[in-house]
């Protein structure tokens, strides 16, 4: 049993019973940053504020959408975008939300490639990381299906068409992650389910591990230098802040972090009120109908590159290529074979990867909602088959890299 | 300056990405039409000046169009109620009250003289196979059938309200509300749904709706589909240029051109903003004080940031 | 305070124990566990209503020639389309097999999904011919592919005979016919 005295303050009381002074210092003011670190190191702190956007403009869509197919696309267009107050406003923070906060992992993702913030002990970070993407896009998928506007609809038709594995004819499968025949009222009320509970649970505890995973290897800096935390830690405590190499999570990296969300928030909040058409497809606002197909079915951006991959192939290998697109990035730090955990413009032929890779997948994006025809079917075709490459040829050319 | 430089790359790649899956695709995907302003160059304009008293002759004898048309302004009723009317023609003829307001007078002159050719579907009508149109060409009343016209078309116009009285409301329903129901408006093909004190009261309503619709459904191959979101899934353009012309879309659409005068095309376009876009005023002056704030924000962000990093640097 | 007794009297006395009845605890657990994930698996499946709303009549008497209507089984639409006299005569030998006759007439009668990824065809009626929107595949009169991506011709539902109609998802001897034939799934 502690020993308990009798309390001088609300904050001593506190103190005495959930050590909170320890708490901030661990979690705080002794959690070390590395100072060498530029803008890019804040999309972490980005993510969990759209994320707390995307939580509470979602908290407030619940009090009154409908899961129902004869009520959902109304509950949305008419409940809550005219009857609502501020109703529309909640919902085109979500939608905008949805669709930025895949900018932000995009950019988050490729920092850390660029950067090598998977190597040397940070692979739990990266593997981890991966995970909450594909939370993260599971949560956009079934949160699309809701509205049940024309697009929910086929989207979901199309997705839960790829678990039949082409020739395998999984049918059955099919129907059973559907609970019907086809996308219906079963359907939509299981996707409502994992949109509201059980992929935002499993998402909060992913960003859990993200962070802890973060603790023992500490955050990565711009050139990849091993700083020894606890001398430099040392050093900023006895005085000598400007000499240290490392930083104060908060205030000193809060404050960092906190600026770019500042101009961050300039630029989602024009996009929420100015030019939300972009994360609003305007076909979504046809209600669904079974019985009639959008002229041109595509997801949402940031599923393009994934889609184009499928799309250009016969149906097994697209299936195939597509499975190999989706699981392929968790292996990254097991396929970088080079020792060296340095910036990539440092690192030989993987500099030229990267920025292969980037623009890949920006083709990919294109193509992927253009329609499969011409010149736009060959560049998809092309693109898919560098992404399969430059994945293949990872392992070998960073095999060969020279230490640095 | 590097990071200036790294935002620079992020923002190029992200606006590239940006312009490729949007204006890029959306360029390719959809055909895009200019607007002609309403200006129906394909019909001839009224070359004769017209005379509303013996236009009004006309519209009430020899042009015979109270055969089928009320026109409640000067209290002529309907020979028939909505629904009927679609039971016999397919669709309610509208009333002509404001007629001279909504429609364009090119296109009414047009329309009196030859119906399937005004309303661009004589791909539906071929009278030389015997398949006519509902409205009966008018053929004359033995003068100068330009004259007549002319003078039909001054009274309708004469009988109107102004334009700046005609509101949106009645724009839409009277030129696209009999084909087209608008639910977030309470508006159904026979009129304003309105509320009901008895459920059996309300269901025959629904039971008159559902019969309209099967009319109107058999006449024009599909059901129209209701307005409501149209200003979200089709936009403003879109929604302009197919009223000026369905046919610019798809070619042997059954739906007519309605020939609305470029001023009634504003005011059904309000209307759907209306319904499918309510809060865009709001959204407007939300967003101004959004944003003042917002950047007012940003700047705190900055001052705190440059006063905790005094001493690291 | 029973229970922590028992337990440091195991403790003290047998640890090989404490570590088998901790394994057997965790076996015990986990089949609870696996038993548990049937149920959850169970309530996932289709509901009873959902399987016996499986079946659709379609009177074919109804029909008008070279004119496409869509019926709705299961939620998916279906093609039926009457052929015409001179549809027939110019079909080969390739294409026979998949007409569906009925009394005096003949039938296309197919699932109305393209078997790429599930978008609905449009029937040219110049061209006698399906054309898919969403990837650019095409089937002719009989629902063979003529041009990819469709992996396979246009799927036709289980359907039986019975007078002149055609009951879609009861298996009968035509239909099981064209499938062991390898002309449907």
């Avoid at chain 2, 619709?213 to 979200?232: F, T």
């Avoid at chain 2, 759907?272 to 407007?284: F, H, M, P, V, W």
């Amino acid at each position: 049993m502690a020993n308990f005295t009798k309390a001088t303050s609300i904050y001593d009381w506190l103190n005495q019973r959930l050590a909170i002074e320890k708490v901030e210092k661990v979690l705080g003011s002794e959690y070390w940053i590395p100072k060498n670190i530029n803008f890019l190191w804040a999309m972490g702190m980005i993510l969990v504020v759209t994320f707390v956007l995307l939580l509470v403009s979602g908290i407030f869509l619940l009090m009154y959408y409908q899961p129902n197919v004869d009520t959902a696309f109304d509950s949305v267009n008419f409940t809550i975008m005219r009857e609502v107050g501020y109703g529309w406003l909640w919902r085109h923070v979500h939608g905008v939300a949805a669709s930025v906060v895949f900018l932000i992992i995009y950019i988050h993702m490729f920092t850390g490639i660029y950067y090598g913030s998977y190597k040397k002990g940070r692979e739990m970070i990266w593997i981890s990381g991966m995970l909450l993407f594909v939370a993260f896009s599971a949560e956009a998928f079934s949160g699309y299906m809701l509205p049940w506007g024309q697009m929910s609809y086929w989207a979901g038709m199309v997705i839960t068409n790829l678990f039949a594995g082409g020739s395998l004819h999984a049918d059955g499968l099919v129907e059973w992650i559907r609970g019907d025949y086809v996308p219906a009222q079963a359907f939509l009320t299981r996707f409502f389910m994992l949109h509201v509970l059980l992929v935002p649970l499993a998402i909060i505890g992913l960003i859990g591990l993200h962070f802890g995973a973060l603790r023992i290897p500490h955050v990565n800096n711009l050139d990849g230098e091993e700083i020894d935390f606890e001398a430099e830690s040392k050093k900023y405590l006895a005085g000598d802040k400007a000499g240290s190499k490392v930083i104060r999570f908060s205030n000193d990296f809060m404050s960092k972090d906190m600026m770019v969300v500042g101009f961050y928030l300039v630029f989602f909040f024009y996009l929420v009120f100015y030019h939300y058409g972009f994360a609003m497809d305007p076909v979504n606002f046809d209600p669904a109908d079974g019985l009639k197909t959008p002229a041109h079915i595509y997801p949402e951006w940031y599923f393009l590159w994934s889609y184009e991959i499928l799309r250009p192939f016969s149906t097994d290998i697209g299936l195939m290529a597509f499975a190999f697109s989706q699981v392929i990035f968790v292996a990254l730090p097991f396929l970088d074979r080079s020792p060296n955990a340095v910036p990539a413009s440092r690192r030989g032929l993987f500099k030229y990867w990267f920025w292969a890779m980037l623009i890949d997948m920006i083709a990919l994006t294109a193509m992927g909602k253009l329609p499969p025809e011409g010149a736009f079917s060959t560049i998809g075709f092309v693109a898919a088959v560098v992404f399969i490459g430059l994945w293949i040829a990872l392992p070998i050319i960073t095999y060969f890299e020279k230490k640095v | 300056m590097k990071e200036l430089f790294i935002l620079g790359v992020v923002t190029v790649f992200t606006l590239v990405t940006y312009y490729l899956v949007e204006p890029f695709a959306h360029h390719t995907l959809h055909k895009h039409v200019e607007s002609e302003a309403f200006a129906y160059n394909d019909l001839s304009a009224i070359t004769k000046v017209g005379d509303a008293a013996r236009g009004e002759e006309l519209v009430m004898g020899a042009g015979a169009c109270t055969g089928c048309h009320s026109i409640n302004a000067v209290g002529i009723s309907a020979p028939m109620d909505a629904v009927s009317s679609a039971a016999a023609y397919g669709v309610n003829p509208p009333d002509l009250s404001n007629a001279g307001v909504v429609y364009d007078e090119k296109f009414l002159n047009a329309l009196i003289k030859n119906p399937a050719h005004a309303l661009a579907v004589e791909h539906k009508f071929d009278a030389n196979i015997g398949e006519m149109h509902p409205m009966i060409p008018f053929y004359g009343a033995g003068g100068d059938i330009d004259q007549e016209v002319a003078d039909m078309v001054t009274y309708l116009q004469s009988i109107s309200v102004s334009s700046e009285d005609l509101t949106p409301a009645m724009a839409f329903e009277n030129a696209c509300g009999r084909c087209h129901g608008l639910k977030y408006n309470q508006w159904t093909q026979i009129g304003n749904k309105g509320s009901f004190k008895h459920k059996r009261d309300e269901l025959s309503f629904d039971i008159q709706v559902l019969d309209y619709k099967d009319s109107l459904k058999a006449y024009m191959g599909k059901l129209p589909p209701d307005l409501s979101m149209y200003i979200r899934s089709r936009g403003e353009h879109y929604i302009s240029t197919f009223v000026e012309n369905p046919q610019n879309y798809f070619e042997g659409t059954s739906m007519p051109r309605v020939g609305v005068s470029a001023d009634t095309a504003e005011k059904v376009i309000e209307y759907l903003k209306d319904a499918g876009d309510t809060k865009r005023d709001e959204r407007e002056e939300t967003g101004k004080y959004v944003m003042i704030y917002i950047i007012i924000f940003a700047i705190f962000s900055v001052l705190w940031k440059k006063q905790v990093w005094r001493d690291l640097h | 305070m029973f229970a922590n007794i028992l337990i440091s009297e195991i403790n003290m006395n047998d640890n090989s124990r404490r570590g088998f009845m901790g394994k057997a605890f965790g076996g015990v657990a986990a089949v609870g566990a696996v038993a548990s994930l049937f149920a959850m698996k169970r309530s996932w499946d289709p509901l009873p209503s959902v399987k016996a709303a499986g079946f659709t009549t379609l009177d074919m008497l109804g029909y008008k020639e070279n004119e496409l209507v869509t019926e709705k089984w299961r939620g998916k639409p279906i093609f039926v389309l009457k052929y015409t006299e001179e549809m027939l005569e110019a079909m080969d030998e390739a294409q026979k097999p998949r007409v569906i006759t009925v009394g005096e007439a003949s039938y296309l009668v197919t699932l109305g999904l393209c078997t790429h990824l599930g978008c609905i065809p449009s029937y040219e009626k110049e061209d006698k011919s399906f054309a898919c929107a969403c990837h650019g595949g095409t089937y002719d009169i009989v629902g063979n592919v003529t041009k990819s991506p469709p992996p396979r011709a246009l799927d036709i539902p289980p359907f039986t005979i019975k007078g002149n109609t055609l009951v879609l998802g009861e298996v009968g001897p035509e239909w099981l016919k064209m499938k062991e034939n390898g002309l449907t799934l």
